[in-house]
Every structure is written in structure tokens, then in C-alpha cells.
């Protein structure tokens, strides 16, 4: 495996060129939390000629007066994150990971529990610089938030998962940090709080974030995450008692439920699966599938089967998503326990991805859930932004039935 790195756009733009003359493909890599994934069958077609854009990881500026933050590419999360959080301030995603790298993040257009009420990545990306199929560097966008002209460009680049170009440097709107961010939180020991949890979204009560996760002893524990000023937060606590009566108990943020190892609503802006997976004693080659499906099918979503069968379960009801996890490292019980989930999703905007397995997991796998919206545009797209096949991505290697 050969890997290149370099903390200069120049150099890295010339080293990419070169790979265009030479038609050599690579993979761009930040931290490489994703970096296996089989293609229909054969993990050979990974390409061993690296990009590593970790030192790439500079901030290009930053103006708390306008809240926007210009940054490279091979930064990671938590420096970003810690960056801000001095002037008080927050990018509004919710990495999984602490050391993924911005770019990473972007390319992935990773998102989290946040999303329903913050919005997601593409919210929030006012500016983008990468190198394209040519080795330009082509820069969209602005540094400013009104910057409005020309073809959205900047947008192109989420959710290309490494095909499409280099992004070596994305600019951000941020936001001011929740004020006094609070959580009411409860032990359920069955699913009674989902109907609840329905009725708070009917209601439309303004909450920051929703998150519930088992608990070592297969109980469920919830949380419900707002902020503001006391009288803003009493008023919304009042709302919630409405409808959960005395089930929940408030607490300030940062704080940890009792006999708790993870309290909804922690770490979300900075890696909150990673706290969770530790939580749990969950391997890299422990069974993890990421579920997305559409709020009113995870309100009715069959929880007990699976909590009765000692699946560890996050789930973000809103805007949702739902973390499936078991201890074990047997491939083929794996792949059986992802035929139970394809089993009970309904709806067809619902998509599955593997997070970790004991082998490499596929999109084959996946089925129709692993095939992601537009997808083949996307296929005709790269082929049109990268002609010479440079940027190597399995992600646009799939062969479904159109
Ligand atoms: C299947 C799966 C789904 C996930 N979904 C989410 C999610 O929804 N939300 C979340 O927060 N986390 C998610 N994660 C967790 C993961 O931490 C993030 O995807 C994160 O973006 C990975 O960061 P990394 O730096 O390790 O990326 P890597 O694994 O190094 O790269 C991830 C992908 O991005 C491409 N890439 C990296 N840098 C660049 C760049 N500069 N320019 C262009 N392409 C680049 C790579 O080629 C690769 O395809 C997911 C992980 C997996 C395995």
C-alpha cells in the first residue's frame, strides 16, 4: 500500500494530477473509519494507493462576529468542535466519532439526532475548495452567508463518499451553543414511552434532541433534550409532564443518570456513538447495523422482538434513526439477525449500512436498504466528473436491478 500526505493544497493538488496523468486510482482516506468495504465479493478492487488527508488540517479563518469558520478538510471533529466551543459556539452536526475528519464527515453527509430541528451538514456549508477530475481546484461558495451566486456547487460534494473530488477545505455558518441545555429522563421498562414520545412530536413541543437507548438490564432509558432561559425550559418541562406525567426526572446537561455508563443527549456534537459502543463493550467485529426510516415507522417500530432477543438499541425517534448491536462475532448469525431487521422495515424510504461486522458487510447484503436515493444519477455522474476513474470509491461499484 502506498499513501501519500502532505499539510500543502499545492502539493497535494500536484500529486493528484500526476495520479490523473497516470490514470492510478486512489482512495481518499481521513481517519478511515470506513475504509473496508466489499464490492460485490472481491475486497481486492480496494485500491492501495492512499490519500491520507489528515495533515491537511489547518483553519483557513474564523469570524465569531459573522459565525462562520473556514477549515481543511483532514481537521477532525473534536478539534473543530473545541475551537468553537471557546467562543462559545457549535458546528450543528453530530459526528459519531470524535476523530473523524471534517472532510470525511462531509463527503459521508453524516448526520445525527439533531437534524429534525438543527438541520443537517447541507444547513450549514456556505463554502466549499476541492480538487476536481482535472486536478483544478475549483472553490464554490463563500465565506459569507449571503453568497447566493452561481450554480451550487458546494453542495455537490455531500454525500460523494470520495468520488467525485478532493474536498480540501469547507467553510461553516455555526451557531451560538444551546443555552443552559437541560434533559428530562426517565427508566421505562418496556416500550410505553413510544406512544408518548408520539404525542410530544404531535405536539410539536420545541426539543432539541430525542434519544433512547437499552439499558444493561434490557430496560429502555429516554431522554429529551431542550434549552433556553428557566422560563422558556419550565414552560416546555411543563408541556412534557402533560403527557409523561412524573416519569421523567430533569437534568442539567453533562449530568449522568444514576447506574447510567451513557445518559442520553451526552457527547452529541462531539462522537456520542463512540460513547456508546464503549458503553456496551462493542468490538469492531461485533454486529452494528444503521437503520434510517421515517419517524411514523419508528413510532410503531417492533422494539420488543428485538429487545427480547438482547439486541443493544440506540434509537432517535425523531428525524430517525435506530443503532442495532449485538455481541457477536458469527458472521452467518450476523447476516441472520440483518434479515430480521430487513424483515420488519416497511416503509421504502428506509435505508440500512453496515457500521461494523465481522467481515466486511455489503451493500448486496443490504438489499434494496442499502441503496441510497438517485443512486444511479450518482453513478452518471461520476463517470462524467471523474473520466479518468481516479477517485476510487466502492460506493459507486454497486450493481442493483434498476
Ligand atoms: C456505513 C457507515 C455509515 C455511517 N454513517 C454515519 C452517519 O450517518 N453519521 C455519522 O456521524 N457518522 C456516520 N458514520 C461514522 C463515520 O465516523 C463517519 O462516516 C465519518 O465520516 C468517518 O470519518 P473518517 O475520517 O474516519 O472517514 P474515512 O473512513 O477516512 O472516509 C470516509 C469516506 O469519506 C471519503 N473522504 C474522506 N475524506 C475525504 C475528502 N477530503 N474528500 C473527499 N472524500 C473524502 C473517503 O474516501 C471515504 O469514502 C458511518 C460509518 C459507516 C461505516
Not at 465565506?143 to 478532493?166: A, E, P
Not at 452529541?268 to 463493550?281: M, N, S
Not at 441503496?371 to 461520476?382: D, I
Request: hydrophobic share 40%; glycine share 10%; proline share 5%.
Amino acid at each position: 500500500m502506498s499513501k501519500f500526505e502532505s499539510g500543502s493544497l499545492e502539493e497535494i493538488q500536484s500529486w493528484v494530477s500526476s495520479c490523473i496523468e497516470d490514470q492510478k486510482a486512489f482512495r481518499i482516506c481521513g481517519n478511515g473509519t470506513r475504509f473496508v468495504t466489499k464490492v460485490s465479493g472481491n475486497s481486492e478492487s480496494i485500491s492501495s494507493n492512499i490519500l491520507s488527508m489528515q495533515k491537511l488540517n489547518g483553519t483557513r479563518f474564523f469570524d465569531p462576529d459573522d459565525m462562520v469558520v473556514g477549515v481543511e478538510a483532514g481537521m477532525s471533529i473534536r478539534t473543530l468542535q473545541k475551537m468553537l466551543a471557546e467562543r462559545n459556539m457549535m458546528l450543528p452536526a453530530n459526528p459519531w466519532f470524535p476523530d473523524s475528519c471534517i472532510g470525511s464527515v462531509v463527503a459521508c453527509n453524516d448526520f445525527g439526532p439533531n437534524r429534525m430541528n438543527m438541520g443537517g451538514l447541507r444547513d450549514c456549508i456556505i463554502g466549499i475548495e476541492y480538487i476536481n477530475g482535472k486536478g483544478e481546484i475549483v472553490n464554490a461558495g463563500g465565506k459569507v452567508v449571503k453568497n447566493v451566486s452561481g450554480y451550487d456547487l458546494t453542495r455537490m460534494m455531500l454525500g460523494s463518499q470520495g468520488g467525485l473530488g478532493v474536498i480540501t477545505a469547507i467553510n461553516f455558518k455555526v451557531m451560538p451553543l444551546p443555552v443552559e441545555p437541560h434533559g428530562m429522563h426517565g427508566i421505562f421498562k418496556d416500550e410505553a414511552w413510544l406512544p408518548q414520545v408520539g404525542e410530544i412530536h404531535k405536539r410539536r413541543i420545541p426539543l432539541d434532541w430525542i434519544q433512547a437507548l437499552l439499558t444493561p438490564d434490557l430496560s429502555w432509558i429516554l431522554g429529551l433534550g431542550y434549552s433556553g432561559n428557566a422560563l422558556n425550559r419550565n414552560r416546555i418541562e411543563s408541556e412534557i409532564r402533560e403527557v409523561f406525567g412524573k416519569t421523567l426526572d430533569v437534568h442539567p446537561e453533562g449530568g449522568s443518570f444514576p447506574g447510567q455508563k451513557f445518559t442520553p443527549g451526552e457527547q452529541r456534537f462531539g462522537g456520542f456513538l463512540k460513547a456508546i459502543r464503549d458503553a456496551w463493550e462493542m468490538e469492531d467485529s461485533h454486529f452494528h447495523v444503521f437503520a434510517t426510516l421515517p419517524t411514523e415507522e419508528i413510532l410503531c417500530f417492533p422494539f420488543e422482538k428485538f429487545r427480547k432477543e438482547n439486541f443493544k438499541i440506540t434509537v432517535h425517534p425523531t428525524g430517525g434513526d435506530i443503532h442495532f448491536m449485538l455481541k457477536s462475532t458469527d458472521m452467518k448469525k450476523q447476516l441472520q439477525y440483518l434479515e430480521k431487521i430487513k424483515s420488519v422495515l416497511v416503509h421504502s424510504e428506509s435505508k440500512l449500512r453496515w457500521v461494523s461486522a465481522a467481515n466486511e458487510g455489503s451493500f448486496q447484503e443490504l438489499g434494496r436498504f442499502g441503496v441510497a436515493n438517485g443512486y444511479f444519477l450518482t453513478q452518471r455522474l461520476k463517470r462524467h466528473l471523474d473520466p479518468s476513474g481516479v477517485f476510487f470509491a466502492p460506493y459507486y461499484d454497486l450493481e442493483f436491478d434498476a
